[in-house]
């Protein structure tokens, strides 16, 4: 059913929906970040992997009756950190992923099955309910918003390098390892922090797809992740809204306004060079 203009505005009084907006416009700071991370270092394996890692914290949590979200955060952090020595090579990365998710997923219906807890619960998670976003997964995002695009920041200049080429940032005494294990940490905790909000398997919205559009209209890494964040933040804002106008389900809504973005700007001839991560290496004496 359809709601009236007015309803909205009645539901943005309510508590729970201010609460899921306000996480909506935290994630649409720091996740669009991620998403260009995921994509210029080529790590797509790694956002399937961990939200297995999530649902094994997920089961773990409810096991052990600590905030499942909780151990979901703590179980892709590490795993994000275990695989970060095999990040050397995109191959290797994405053998390392196959293995984690195969043991993740097992490890996680073997403690499902063993300890009798109710497994609808732990599923329920990777498909998301934004309306109860709490405290602890504003503190995440909030975290997230103020660590992503800082360290984007900070560390511009060694952050391009490594998306552009990870031997010449080796050569250029970029600390590569570490920066790499700090970006990969980084996608882990991502993953779990936006379960709550559209449910791993809808995570793209929120990290890859507004990522792909900046790919397309920006010329440097500053100038694609300035579009990153933007697009994110019209993208969640207006399929949140239209979400509460329709009275749909917001995680199946944010993907296909984000999809329809996508696909509306790969309509738009492209005027620039096709590598997007060229133009950041190209600017990068500037960034000194």
Not at 9 to 38: F, K, N, S, T
Not at 116 to 127: K, Q
Request: with cysteine.
């Amino acid at each position: 059913m359809t709601l009236a203009t007015a309803d909205i505005g009645a539901l943005l009084e309510l508590v729970p929906v201010q609460r899921a907006g306000l996480a909506l416009l935290l994630a649409a700071v720091g996740l669009p970040v991620i998403g260009v991370v995921i994509v210029g270092l080529d790590i797509m394996p790694v956002r399937f992997a961990m939200m297995h890692v999530a649902l094994l914290g997920i089961a773990l949590g409810l096991l052990t009756g600590i905030d499942p979200m909780l151990c979901a955060l703590v179980a892709c952090a590490l795993a994000g950190a275990g695989v970060a020595p095999l990040a050397r090579t995109p191959d290797g990365l994405s053998g390392a992923m196959g293995l984690l998710m195969s043991l993740a997923i097992a490890a996680a219906l073997l403690v499902l099955a063993v300890s009798g807890v109710n497994a609808s619960g732990a599923f329920a998670l990777l498909w998301g309910s934004i309306l109860s976003v709490g405290t602890t997964d504003l503190i995440v995002l909030g975290g997230l918003a103020l660590a992503v695009p800082g360290l984007f920041w900070w560390r511009r200049r060694d952050v391009a390098l490594l998306l552009y080429d990870r031997e010449l940032a080796q050569c250029s005494g970029v600390p590569v390892r570490m920066l790499t294990l700090v970006l990969l940490v980084l996608v882990a905790v991502s993953v779990a922090g936006a379960i709550r909000l559209t449910g791993a398997l809808l995570v793209d919205a929120l990290t890859l797809l507004p990522a792909l559009v900046a790919r397309r209209l920006g010329s440097s890494l500053k100038s694609i992740t300035l579009w990153a964040v933007g697009i994110g933040i019209a993208v969640n804002l207006t399929g949140f809204l239209i979400a509460l106008w329709l009275d749909w389900p917001p995680g199946p809504v944010l993907v296909l306004t984000a999809g329809a973005v996508v696909l509306a700007v790969h309509l738009v001839p492209e005027r620039r060079i096709s590598s997007w991560r060229a133009p950041a290496a190209v600017s990068l004496p500037s960034s000194h």
